[in-house]
């Protein structure tokens, strides 16, 4: 029976991670996707047999894309494998969120460090020259892609003539892009993690009711003051800034979620409408600066604390 399961965690994990490098379509979702399997079943497992599930996967993931020649790095699989193996190990320690994000994140960000690294070393180069050459590359293949859309020629020459500075204003926020992006994806799995594991009647910490979590307000303040040094005219401490003020208004988006999480609660809205609402403003990229701006104005407005009395006033009367 234990074989069984051992060999059907391996199948299942397999399939995920073919399906997810052969279908283009899956590859929004594959970030949050791809840990999930491994954080269940090498729970289920304990560490030991589940160190050798995650291994052997691996391996047979390496050899399957290598054999059917599919253009995703194996490394892709690594990152985000090893991901579900750090997300059930610091689970485990039963921390708050806070503390769970940050050791997750920080353990994410050097898995992608590691595999930006190699792949630099493979190809004869360092780390930064692969990331710049990287970044160059897709500024460019997305300029083609615009001038292919059939946009104005006059328009098209006018971005040509700007990819250097795009490239170079890339490069400089891409800490805060990459420390964003880690500390996302750990985020929104732990949430998907905790619906499975509780749809399979599994332990999961009690992080405590998400739709109530709060930044402490005086952290508002670096969000003024990020955006002042970002006005200073001065190359580097425009890029301190920026990156200070991305990471800042990304913790504050996730107090704007929070928030309309606490009123879809209240309103009982069904599962499937919030979920369709959540994945629209996650698609469109525009609108997580508004959710942001609503996790800063809570900060004042306290719109849930409103809510709560607001809710008693009415039964009173």
Not at 18 to 46: I, K, T
Not at 50 to 60: D, E, I, M, N, R
Not at 118 to 136: I, N, P, Q, R, T
Request: proline share 4%; aromatic share 12%; net charge neutral.
């Amino acid at each position: 029976m234990v074989i069984t399961e051992f060999i059907f965690a391996i199948a299942v994990t397999l399939a995920l991670f073919v399906a997810l490098a052969s279908l283009s379509v899956l590859a929004p979702v594959g970030v949050v996707v791809a840990p999930l399997p491994v954080l269940y079943f090498y729970s289920r497992m304990g560490r030991y047999r589940g160190l050798l599930y995650v291994a052997l996967t691996l391996v047979f993931v390496f050899w399957l894309l290598t054999s059917l020649d599919v253009p995703v790095p194996a490394s892709y699989f690594f990152i985000f494998g090893s991901l579900g193996l750090v997300l059930s190990e610091v689970l485990r320690l039963d921390l708050s969120i806070e503390k769970t994000v940050l050791i997750s994140a920080a353990a994410l960000l050097a898995l992608v460090m590691a595999a930006l690294s190699w792949h630099g070393a493979s190809d004869g180069g360092s780390l930064s020259f692969f990331v710049e050459d990287h970044v160059a590359r897709t500024v460019r293949e997305n300029i083609e892609f615009y001038a292919g859309t059939g946009a104005p020629a006059a328009h098209v020459e006018m971005i040509r003539g700007k990819e250097a500075q795009m490239t170079a204003l890339l490069l400089g926020i891409m800490p805060s892009l990459v420390v964003t992006g880690c500390a996302a994806t750990v985020w929104i799995s732990l949430l998907a993690g905790a619906i499975l594991f509780r749809k399979r009647n599994m332990w999961y910490p009690d992080f405590g009711d998400l739709s109530r979590w709060k930044l402490p307000d005086g952290i508002v303040w670096g969000v003024l003051i990020t955006f002042a040094v970002a006005l200073i005219p001065w190359r580097a401490m425009l890029f301190v800034g920026m990156n200070g003020l991305i990471i800042l208004l990304f913790l504050y988006m996730l107090q704007g979620f929070a928030v309309i999480a606490y009123f879809f609660k209240v309103k009982n809205v069904p599962l499937f409408i919030r979920i369709a609402l959540y994945g629209i403003i996650l698609i469109q990229h525009l609108l997580l600066l508004p959710v942001a701006m609503l996790g800063i104005i809570e900060v004042w407005a306290d719109f849930r604390k409103l809510a709560v009395s607001s809710q008693g006033s009415s039964d009173d009367n």
